[in-house]
């Protein structure tokens, strides 16, 4: 008997004909429910909450393979009350991520949306040497909230743009730092000594508003912001507060505390760059992610070990 299984239908038209062939494949949109039934595993996107009341749909259920590497839509510790396992797709989404932080960084510090702006509107009248100047990176000081993979990858990319580090992370990073010359700090001493600060820790119940009045209130006068990593580890009023009154010189948004839907304000100011969660959308990427999530299922399925379990993971302190 082929067992069921439950795969979020969006990634279907990543993966090769028949991912798991010894599966009964039940594909779920985003918009559908949670169905009921003896599925073994799950597939879901970010968007899709795995918690109490999905598991009581779910009494089969050994694994939840989320296709991210954030797993705050899990919860874990019902998962592991129930024994069903979660992986995530860690490592195959750092580059991707990391180049679209640089990318944020330089759009915000080159004032790249008021340029096209100038453009859209018709209104740019020619070269001018005063026009748009924005803040070269050679330099300044790069904080990372977090230095695991992401934060690193970020790290190593911005030393070649002449950046200087620091770090904040629970545990020293010490390969990253001989390789980079990172120097791991307190939040405070980050957020007081960076020009530009970016965001790399995870959703948890520690990170969550990790970065409020008060941590905005912190950075240096004309700062920037970036955030790649998860919209709640924000204060979204207080950021917009920082950024209106002029305290910030500009923020660089890919996640938001309440996707899909973005605050206004931050949509419309001309020094905030605002995405719609693309960190890891890179077609190479997101095969890799969907055959990761899957692969983990067909481990399960064969009785072998899966790849990538939540809490398994040895990357984070290097290379
Ligand atoms: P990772 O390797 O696990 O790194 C997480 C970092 O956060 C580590 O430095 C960890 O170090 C630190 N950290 C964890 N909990 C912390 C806490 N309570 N306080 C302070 N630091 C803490 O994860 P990753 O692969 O780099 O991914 C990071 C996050 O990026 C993901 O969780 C996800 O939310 C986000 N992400 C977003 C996108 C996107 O599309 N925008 C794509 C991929 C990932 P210590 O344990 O030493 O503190």
Same mark, same amino acid.
């Given at each position: 008997m082929p067992t069921p299984v439950l795969i979020a239908a969006e990634l279907r038209e990543l993966l090769p004909e028949n991912p798991l062939p010894s599966a009964d494949v039940t594909w779920i949109s985003a918009e559908e429910p949670t169905p009921s039934g003896p599925y073994e595993a799950v597939v879901p996107l970010l968007s899709r909450r795995i918690g109490l009341q999905e598991l009581a749909l779910l009494p089969k259920l050994r694994l939840v393979a989320n296709c991210a590497v954030g797993v705050d839509n899990v919860d874990l510790a019902a998962c592991a009350a129930r024994g069903v396992g979660v992986t995530n797709t860690p490592d195959v989404l750092t580059d991707a991520t990391a180049d679209l932080t640089m990318a944020l960084l330089l759009a915000v510090t080159r004032r790249m949306k008021e340029g096209e702006a100038l453009l859209r509107e018709g209104a740019w009248t020619g070269w001018d040497p005063r026009q748009l100047l924005g803040t070269g990176l050679r330099g300044l000081t790069l904080g990372l909230v977090g230095a695991g993979r992401i934060g690193q990858a970020v790290g190593r990319r911005a030393r070649a743009f002449g950046m200087g580090l620091r770090y904040t992370a629970r545990q020293p990073r010490a390969a990253f730092e001989a390789d980079t010359g990172a120097v791991r700090v307190s939040l405070d001493d980050l957020l007081a000594g960076s020009d530009v600060v970016s965001l790399h820790v995870p959703s948890t119940g520690e990170t969550r =508003?990790?970065?409020?009045r008060a941590a905005l209130a912190r950075m240096k006068p004309g700062a920037f912001l970036i955030n790649t990593?998860? =919209?709640?580890?924000?204060?979204e009023q207080a950021l917009i507060d920082a950024l209106e009154s002029g305290h910030l010189g500009g923020v660089g948004l890919d996640v938001f505390a309440r996707e899909p839907q973005v605050p206004p304000p931050l949509v419309r100011h001309p020094r905030a760059v605002v995405l719609p969660h693309l960190g890891s959308a890179t077609v190479q990427t997101r095969r890799a992610m969907a055959g990761l999530a899957v692969k983990n299922v067909a481990a399960l399925l064969e009785g072998k070990r899966v790849l990538t379990p939540v809490g398994g993971e040895t990357a984070g302190d290097g290379r």
């Open positions: =508003g990790l970065i409020g990593a998860r =919209g709640d580890v924000v204060d």
